[in-house]
């Protein structure tokens, strides 16, 4: 008896380290597959590499900006711009989680003019998910007339329903077009903490202010079905479509190359540097403090240089 009692506890005791095992084992696969999703969802929206970048509008602004004196009204809409730029990051932060395909600020063109763009556009196995991001960060009132305003300085723009409307429109013919067979739901997401649209109508839900974007995401990723095949060919159809321009080209001032201040900047925030220490490959901003590199610093009057002149500046131009 005593024998048959040891050898049941002993194969008890086995099947039970047995079990242990498997669980952990399969504890190991479904962590593996579950950071593989994580993975793909972070390469789909962008990842490290493929992160959004500043409009061509908004560097050559940034560019000309201490190179020539820029009114007031281009000086605000740097400060705008940059704004709605660092919060269009943060909210890719936040959509970069979920299981889909991204596109970030896709600009259409049609017959070389500026046709739309549209912020932030997620591809689902079920649906496309169309946003207008803004970052108002003063008291903003909707019109009802198709503009908002600014009640500090009056200024006026078109409302975000209306644009909002106009590039769901857009889509929609362009998803006809290209054989793409999903439906789009669309909102406009006011992407910083003090947004807020006073004098909305009541029978809209397609505006969300900063604190529901999180549930929102969390909802989608309940309800959409994950991305197939046929989800990464339509994400690259559309991407192949962008062409970075702006409707807002035209507020560019007229600049030529002997009337430019010859200085170079801080490729993090734009500040002036007046001297670079010699013998240094590193050095800390004047204006912001952080540490840079001096072949970042070099690299980003390269780039402004073909940027203003669309063409490869001569190493005299460049020592200037």
Same mark, same amino acid.
Not at 167 to 173: D, T, V
Not at 177 to 196: A, N, R
Not at 227 to 248: G, M, V
């Given at each position: 008896?005593? #024998? ?14 047995? %079990? ?16 593989? $999703?994580?993975?793909?969802?972070? /390469? ?13 509008? /908004? ?44 596109? #970030?600020?896709?600009? $259409? ?41 600014? #009640? ?80 990464? %060919? ?16 035209? #507020? ?10 010859? /200085? ?8 002036? %540097? ?22 970042? %610093? ?23």
């Amino acid at each position: 008896m005593q #024998k048959s009692f040891n050898l049941r506890m002993a194969i008890d005791g086995a099947l039970r380290a047995l %079990i242990v095992e498997i669980e952990e084992y399969f504890l190991k696969k479904m962590l593996n597959i579950f950071q593989l $999703l994580r993975k793909k969802a972070y /390469l789909y929206s962008g990842g490290a590499k493929n992160m959004r970048k500043r409009s061509n509008l /908004l560097r050559t602004l940034h560019a000309l900006n201490n190179r020539m004196v820029l009114n007031d009204d281009l000086l605000w809409d740097i400060e705008h711009y940059e704004l709605g730029y660092e919060y269009e990051c943060k909210t890719d932060v936040q959509f970069g989680k979920g299981n889909w395909f991204i596109i #970030k600020g896709l600009s $259409l063109t049609e017959r070389n003019e500026f046709l739309v763009q549209m912020d932030l556009i997620v591809l689902t196995g079920d649906k496309i998910l169309l946003y207008e991001l803004k970052a108002y960060t003063k008291r903003v009132n909707d019109c009802r007339d198709g503009t908002i305003e600014y #009640k500090e300085g009056g200024r006026r723009y078109t409302h975000p329903l209306n644009q909002l409307s106009k590039a769901y429109g857009i889509l929609e013919s362009l998803l006809i077009k290209l054989g793409i067979p999903l439906e789009i739901e669309s909102y406009v997401l006011l992407t910083h903490p003090k947004s807020y649209i006073y004098n909305l109508p009541a029978w809209t839900d397609k505006v969300l202010i900063q604190s529901e974007i999180e549930d929102h995401i969390e909802e989608q990723m309940r309800k959409r079905q994950p991305p197939t095949r046929e989800t990464q %060919i339509y994400w690259e159809k559309l991407k192949a479509l962008h062409f970075d321009t702006s409707e807002y080209n035209s #507020k560019v001032p007229k600049y030529s190359y002997e009337k430019l201040g010859k /200085l170079v900047k801080c490729p993090n925030c734009f500040g002036v %540097i007046r001297e670079i220490p010699k013998g240094y490959r590193k050095m800390n901003c004047p204006c912001c403090s952080n540490k840079i590199s001096v072949v970042d %610093i070099a690299k980003l009057a390269y780039e402004d240089y073909i940027l203003l002149f669309d063409e490869k500046p001569s190493a005299a131009k460049l020592y200037n």
